[in-house]
């Protein structure tokens, strides 16, 4: 039922920065250019709850456990994936690609920590 609260709460979240994004970047800043830049990115800050959402989670249940190692495992391996998505994406679509960088590295982090769970908690039972 957490994992359900998570990707409620994230899809809540994505959706409050696709609707109240303008009024919240207007809030932080005066600057027009900034405000367009801005405006500009908030899809990517709109799905980035959605991407991360499984990271984020895996990260407390982690931790609670004190599974630290397995933890550092998987983020071995979403970083070193992370920096080849760096160095492709980048290139080729400038700030966007940044973006899409940050999403593989959450995204991968989820993923690595899905496959390590049902070990970690067998261990955890042990």
Do not use: C, K
């Amino acid at each position: 039922i957490t994992s359900q609260w998570g990707a409620g709460g994230a899809l809540l979240l994505g959706v409050a920065f696709l609707l109240a994004g303008p009024q919240i970047i207007d809030l932080m800043t005066t600057a027009p250019e900034v405000r367009e830049t801005a405006r500009h990115y908030l899809p990517w800050l709109a799905i980035a709850p959605l991407i991360g959402v499984a990271s984020w989670m895996f990260d407390g249940i982690f931790i609670g456990a004190t599974l630290t190692r397995e933890m550092r495992n998987a983020m071995f391996v979403s970083v070193t994936i992370y920096i080849a998505a760096l160095g492709i994406l980048v290139p080729a679509f400038g700030n966007h690609g940044l973006w899409a960088a940050l999403m593989v590295l959450n995204a991968t982090r989820g993923l690595t920590m899905a496959r390590l769970y049902p070990e970690a908690e067998a261990r955890a039972r042990a």
